[in-house]
């Protein structure tokens, strides 16, 4: 079956979000008296939504008595400042561009909170990118296949039609998960050593 159908990983594979989820981060941990954490150390955090991203940088996690609290102030930042920073990586905007003047369908799916991912497309993909799936209620985050099936059902494309594009091992997963074929980007927030560790076999050196 001819491939029509790209689903994009956000952060770290479409858009350069680091800064910001580490700004919002240290802001969050600041206002209660807890260490801030590198921009390296928010790179090893993310993939996993932002509950898991807080989770690895609180002290003690969801153990310490003030993480509820110190989610929420990530949270509120984070919506108010999710694009202070972000930027998309040189040549996306016309990889997509491209993609739709081709014909293809193009989706977002992603483990950030679904404003931010809807915000940001709207900002940076309008009208090119017809479904944009963030972390919501009743839909398991990836590396579980629902948000990938969401999207597909959104753009009205089957699985087979479809590829997956993204920069992490939890893209990797999400990919073998869903059923589709991936190709992990260089670009992002994780090195070509450690996606091969994580079983990735095709990548892409730049857009």
């Known amino acids: 079956m001819k491939k029509t159908t790209v689903v994009f990983d956000l952060d770290g594979t479409l858009l350069d979000t680091l800064q910001d989820l580490a700004n919002a981060v240290n802001y969050a941990l600041a206002q ?22 807080m989770i690895r940088a ?12 110190t989610f929420a102030l990530f949270k509120e930042y984070y919506g108010k400042h999710c694009n202070d920073n972000t930027k998309p990586y040189a040549g996306v905007v016309e990889l997509i561009e491209t993609l739709k003047e081709k014909g293809y369908a193009v989706a977002i799916v992603s ?14 993909f309008e009208g090119i990118v017809q479904a944009a799936i963030g972390e919501r209620e009743g839909v398991a985050r990836k590396p579980a296949p629902d948000m990938v099936h ?6 009205g494309k089957p699985a087979d039609t479809a590829v997956y594009i993204g920069d992490s091992d939890v ?19 994780r090195d070509k050593e450690f996606l091969i560790e994580h079983g990735a076999t095709n990548f892409a050196e730049k857009p």
Do not use: H
């Open 58 to 69: 609180v002290p003690d996690g969801e153990r310490n008595p003030l993480f509820e609290e």
């Open 111 to 124: 483990n950030k909170i679904d404003f931010a991912v809807k915000e940001l497309n709207e900002i940076y």
């Open 32 to 53: 209660q008296g807890m260490p801030k954490r590198t921009l390296e150390e928010v790179r090893q955090f993310v993939g996993n939504g932002v509950r898991l991203l």
């Open 150 to 155: 969401t999207a597909l059902a959104e753009l």
């Open 171 to 189: 893209d990797v997963m999400t990919a073998k998960n869903s059923g589709l074929p991936c190709i992990s980007v260089l670009w992002g927030f």
